[in-house]
């Protein structure tokens, strides 16, 4: 009854070719991000904020990067956590270089040196595919990897191996370090998050948006309108990879705080992958879905028992999260390959129509 | 069409093959500016291979391609595409997770300029180029009619419909050469009718150059100016509707399937 667009005609090609043409969608976003700018901050208690919020952006931030290459171009990639490690190791080595200036400049310039490097490994990607694709990918996961353990320069050579955050401020209010609080870490990933999701969003709306779709649908009949492989490859490459280079920039610098190159395994890379795929294969919204279903959903059963009174043994619920999240996997493989969002879409549908069943 | 008109596109001595198979063999036609020219032959006969030369996705092994005055002895698609021939696919080859608007859309890539930059602002000149290219589009929704599925996902289509919005895809490319394969393979009388006027149409308003496969020997006599006949890679016939369908080579060809 609510959720309706009767009544709103477009007047303009303008009004319709807008990202949210519908009214009812724009307040929502308005809402939620009223919330999350205001409410979180100011309600929300240390560990929803370090815990909750701050990971579960920076990741929709990572699975933005991925749908990018996975949902949009279908170009299948195993190599994302090694692209978020270049971001963090190269923010960490220019902010260790350069200490005079901010620190949010080098995170996001941390993410070229992760498109420099992902456009790189993209080359291949235009003779193989699908699954070879998967495996050359695989092949810069490692090699990143390996980088990350063996050239000392990289971490400055600290003995243990690991990057550790130097403390850095924002006019003059700690953003990073052991003296940055939760709120003011928050409000600097989610202010990231929300503009680069918002660029990401135009570019996947207009015209390299559908250069890659068209791609990923139908590369034959792409090259006949006109569309380069490699270059649309390579910058869908270049795009997705400065994604996950800011975020695994942020990843250290503003929710770790120190990493050791194991945080950038292919562990990481199967997870956002995972993201991606429950919350929906070339949508936006479904970046965060998978992101929130991932990350969000393995803390909430961790508190259930305890919650309920239940005298569950924290063995026994490390097991069941385990198992719902990988049958949850399974699920939206067989039974809604598009996600999350897919039945997000379906729900808005349905309301349009209700009370009425079409 | 008038016969002094000039030759938009000239096939010389074309041959082609696949590894043994000889797809096309030492065949040569041309296709003037403005005409309709189909393109007829049994199954196999190596229609889709020719289309396929054309515009650069197969490179022949003999022989020269002609188009616009130049001749290359190999093209990629993309520049034929930038020069200006489309085309439609006997299997639809359809953009399915995107919308029929979306589809359309993509046509016009090649006349869209705005970067990354502005692109990623979608503001300013990316609006105003997106607006502009979109009026574009609904004048060819318009034209084929398919207004109310727009916003539909095109995989959810019909056939008919699909092939129509293949159709608009090539035309939002304000293609100079147009090439058809097989536009009403699979459709009924209606629908048929609806796709032989919007070639027509086009043909007579626009003056696009239509090069045509189709195996419904009715709509190939009544829409083309000239007719080149294939048979087994070969050219066995080439020359107005009325000279081909009289020539008792294509008799035999096509004996047994109505004549
Ligand atoms: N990519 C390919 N690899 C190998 N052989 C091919 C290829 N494409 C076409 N051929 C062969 O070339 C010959 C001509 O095929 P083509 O598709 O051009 O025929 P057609 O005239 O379009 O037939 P139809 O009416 O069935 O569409 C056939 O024998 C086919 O098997
Ligand atoms: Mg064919």
Not at chain 1, 254 to 277: C, N, Q, R
Not at chain 2, 175 to 202: Q, T
Request: aromatic share 10%.
């Amino acid at each position: 009854m609510f959720y309706r667009e009767t009544g709103q005609f477009k007047q303009s090609y303008a009004a319709d070719q807008a990202v949210f043409p519908i009214l009812q969608d724009r307040i929502g976003l308005a809402i939620i991000l009223l919330v999350a700018f205001v409410v979180v901050p100011l309600f929300g208690n240390e560990f929803l904020l370090a815990s909750v919020m701050v990971p579960f952006l920076i990741l929709s931030l990572g699975a933005i990067g991925i749908n990018i290459l996975v949902g949009y171009t279908g170009l299948l990639s195993l190599g994302s956590a090694a692209f978020m490690g270049v971001g963090a190791y190269s923010a960490y080595k220019l902010s260790t270089i350069f200490p005079g200036v901010n620190i949010l400049v080098w995170i996001l310039c941390s993410g070229f040196f992760a498109a420099g490097v992902g456009v790189l490994f993209g080359l291949p990607s235009l003779r193989i595919k699908g699954f070879y694709l998967a495996v050359a990918t695989l092949a810069a996961q490692f090699f990143l990897q390996w980088c990350f353990v063996r050239i000392s320069w990289l971490y400055n050579d600290n003995p243990s191996g690991a990057i550790e955050v130097p403390a850095r401020t924002l006019f003059g209010i700690a953003i990073t370090g052991p003296s940055a609080t939760p709120v003011t870490r928050y409000l600097v990933v989610l202010a990231i998050v929300v503009v680069m999701t918002l660029l990401a969003s135009n570019i996947v709306h207009g015209r390299i948006g559908r250069t890659w779709m068209a791609v990923r649908d139908m590369d034959i009949a792409a090259q006949l309108m006109g569309i380069r492989l490699l270059p649309a490859k390579l910058l869908a490459f270049a795009v997705s990879s400065f994604y996950c280079g800011v975020s695994g920039a942020l990843m250290v610098f503003l929710w770790l705080g120190a990493a050791e190159p194991s945080a950038f395994d292919i562990k990481l890379s199967f997870l956002l992958l995972f993201m991606v795929i429950i919350g929906g294969l070339g949508s936006m919204i479904g970046s965060f879905f998978g992101a929130a279903l991932i990350h969000i959903l393995p803390i909430v059963i961790r508190m259930l028992p305890e919650a309920l009174g239940l005298p569950i043994a924290a063995a026994t619920v490390e097991h069941l999260t385990y198992l719902i999240v990988g049958g949850l996997i399974i699920f939206f493989l067989i039974v809604e390959p598009h996600g999350l969002a897919r039945l997000w879409q379906i729900a808005k549908q349905k309301l349009r129509v209700w009370p009425f069943p079409y | 069409m008038n016969a002094a008109s000039e030759t938009l596109l000239s096939v010389d001595g074309v041959s082609l093959s696949f590894g043994g198979v000889k797809a096309i063999t030492d065949v040569s036609f041309d296709i003037r500016k403005g005409e309709i020219r189909a393109i007829i032959g049994p199954n196999g006969a190596g229609k889709t291979s020719m289309l396929n030369v054309v515009n650069g996705f197969y490179h022949p092994q003999h022989g020269r391609i002609t188009y616009k005055g130049k001749t290359r002895p190999r093209m990629r698609p993309y520049q034929a595409a930038s020069q200006g021939i489309a085309r439609t696919f006997q299997n639809v080859a359809l953009f399915r997770g995107m919308t029929t608007l979306d589809n359309i859309m993509v046509g016009r890539t090649l006349k869209m300029h705005r970067g990354l930059f502005w692109q990623m602002l979608r503001y300013g000149p990316a609006m105003r180029e997106e607006i502009e290219h979109r009026r574009v589009v609904e004048d060819i929704i318009d034209f084929l009619q398919i207004e109310s599925i727009r916003k539909t996902p095109v995989g959810k289509l019909p056939y008919g419909l699909q092939k129509r919005v293949e159709l608009g895809r090539a035309l939002a490319m304000e293609p100079e050469l147009l090439l058809l394969d097989e536009p009403m393979a699979g459709m009924n009388i209606e629908e048929k009718e609806d796709m032989c006027r919007y070639i027509l149409d086009l043909n007579k308003h626009f003056g696009t150059t239509i090069a045509l496969i189709e195996h419904d020997m009715g709509v190939v006599m009544d829409l083309s100016d000239r007719v080149v006949v294939l048979e087994y890679g070969h050219k066995i016939a080439d020359g107005t509707p009325e000279v081909v369908k009289a020539d008792p080579k294509v008799i035999e060809a096509y004996l047994g399937v109505g004549h």
